[in-house]
């Protein structure tokens, strides 16, 4: 069945914020001598560490993030994903590579316009919440604006305005200790927002939490970005919450990337078996949609003769769901229409190879 390329449907590629390309870092006292023998001599990660003793945290990265975008970084423990992330405001130096965060150079910053460019560009919320104990709610937010030395009321002002945001707003004068983890974690959100950024970095920040309170900030996160449009790094090993939340989603192990895509692209055409047996358990009910499905009308009418004026019509952002709940309801082919144009057909048994297909088989 012929399906077109997901990647071109999604591309609206506006406004590029983070452009970083051919990122390596590695770790040891010979990096650069690592880096020239695994370029000359192809080496692995395992050749490297025996000749080297250097370890291979990331490897030859490139991608963008537009404006606005949610992009997911994910990857099982190990994979380079948060080593990875800590290059975005050089935590780490990249042993070689370019990393633009908003047309700006990071790289060639001196220690003095880097520490400006991170307290003014980049908020940061890390698995740890890493609220400062002796101080109020309110304080902790507003520790981004007081190292900008902006005027006390001022910082306090906005610091209360985001605890607003957050809905913490009542808990401003408590301390960390006062908090649940969930609360924690959202007043470090706050901390990070407080500032105004351009750019969020997400290291794994509700991985720490029970699965319901996850969830629920997972809600917040979402709420808040559809408010705030920040460009987001989302770090994270679950890929449950990387379809749920990001807009793309990259896929990394032993430090490289395997696949970069919306999680629709990546459910339907897995780059290659680990991406496959990664994507395997996820449900593709709300992930794939009408025009990941559709087969061609001229086909269809070929086969099976002129569509019925009965046939039921779906956008082709229409959830694999809800065109499941359509044919329940109708026997006729659901028509796929875009911008006012019929562009495919989805029968039953187009719906029902999705599916199986989309089925873990044991």
């Known amino acids: 069945m012929h399906r077109p390329s997901l990647t071109k449907i999604w591309v609206k590629r506006v406004d590029t914020v983070i452009e970083i390309s051919n990122v390596w870092k590695i770790f040891g006292d010979q990096p650069l001598a690592a880096l020239t023998a695994i370029r000359d001599r192809g080496l692995s990660k395992a050749d490297v560490l025996e000749e080297f ?17 949610i992009f997911c970084i994910m990857g099982l423990s190990g994979s380079g994903k948060s080593t990875l992330v800590r290059h975005f405001n050089r935590l780490l130096e990249p042993t070689a590579g370019k990393i633009e965060i908003e047309g700006t150079d990071v790289m060639a910053l001196g220690s003095r316009a880097l520490q400006n460019f991170r307290n003014s560009k980049i908020g940061m919320v890390f698995q740890n919440f890493a609220l400062m104990p002796h101080r109020s709610v309110l304080d902790n937010v507003a520790m981004p604006l007081e190292i900008r030395k902006i005027a006390k009321n001022e910082r306090l002002r906005q610091a209360a305005a985001i605890l607003d945001i957050v809905e913490l707003g009542a808990w401003g004068s408590k301390f960390a200790h006062e908090l649940s983890g969930g609360m924690q974690q959202r007043v470090g959100l706050a901390r990070a927002l407080a500032a105004n950024p351009d750019v969020l970095l997400m290291d794994e920040p509700f991985s720490a939490l029970d699965p319901l309170i996850r969830r629920q900030l997972q809600d917040e996160f979402i709420r808040l970005s559809k408010i705030l449009k920040k460009t987001t790094i989302f770090i994270t090993h679950d890929l449950d919450e990387a379809v749920r939340i990001g807009d793309r989603i990259a896929i990394m192990r032993d430090g490289g990337i395997v696949q970069t895509g919306t999680a629709e692209d990546i459910v339907m055409n897995p780059a290659d078996e680990y991406v496959a047996d990664f994507v395997a358990g996820i449900s593709r009910l709300k992930v794939v949609h009408a025009h990941a499905v559709m087969q061609p009308i001229d ?38 229409e875009d911008m006012g144009q019929d562009i495919g057909v989805i029968t039953r048994a187009d719906l029902l190879r999705t599916v199986i297909e989309g089925t873990e088989v044991s």
């Not at 003793?53 to 975008?69: Q, T």
């Open 53 to 69: 003793n250097a370890v291979v945290g990331v490897a030859d990265v490139s991608l963008s993030v537009n404006r606005g975008e």
């Open 299 to 336: 086909s269809h009418i070929a086969l099976h003769g002129p569509m019925s004026a009965h046939s039921p019509r779906v956008n082709s952002t229409e959830t694999l769901s809800n065109l499941i709940n359509l044919a329940i309801d109708s026997d006729q082919a659901i028509i796929v």
